[in-house]
């Protein structure tokens, strides 16, 4: 079982910046391919970025790419997910998850940008950007 909670969330007007943060309740999971995906009203959820716990190559939507940043830091007992967004605009408004697989410790190339890819899922948190 693994437990996601985001934060980070909020308004911010268009080339403004906003950094989102997901804590990761690790338990018998250390290595883990997590991920931040949207959701704006209407549309599909999509993936924004994905790395592995272990290291490796970090995935990137071509919608976001140079704009935003994943990090992770460890703790003891959780991983903290964040992602760093600048110079944001109005469609990146919606509803950010932070997503994480378990079973495998790298991220498929092919697979990181599908929700079906990941089982486990935080609640959201909200991201609106005003132009």
């Known amino acids: 079982q693994v437990q996601l909670v985001e934060s980070g969330g909020g308004s911010v007007q268009a080339g403004g910046s906003l950094r989102l943060s997901c804590a990761a309740s690790k338990y018998s999971y250390s290595r883990m391919c997590m991920a931040w995906f949207r959701q704006a009203p209407g549309k599909e959820r999509e993936g924004v970025a994905s790395?592995?716990?272990?290291?490796?190559?970090?995935?990137?939507a071509d919608s976001v790419n140079g704009r935003v940043t994943m990090s992770q830091e460890h703790a003891e007992n959780t991983i903290y997910l964040y992602l760093q967004m600048n110079n944001l605009k109005s469609d990146d408004t919606a509803m950010y998850y932070c997503a994480a697989r378990t079973g495998s410790a790298y991220c498929s190339s092919g697979s990181w940008s599908r929700a079906w890819y990941f089982g486990y899922w935080g609640q959201g948190t909200q991201v609106t950007v005003s132009s």
């Open positions: 790395m592995s716990t272990a290291g490796g190559s970090t995935y990137y």
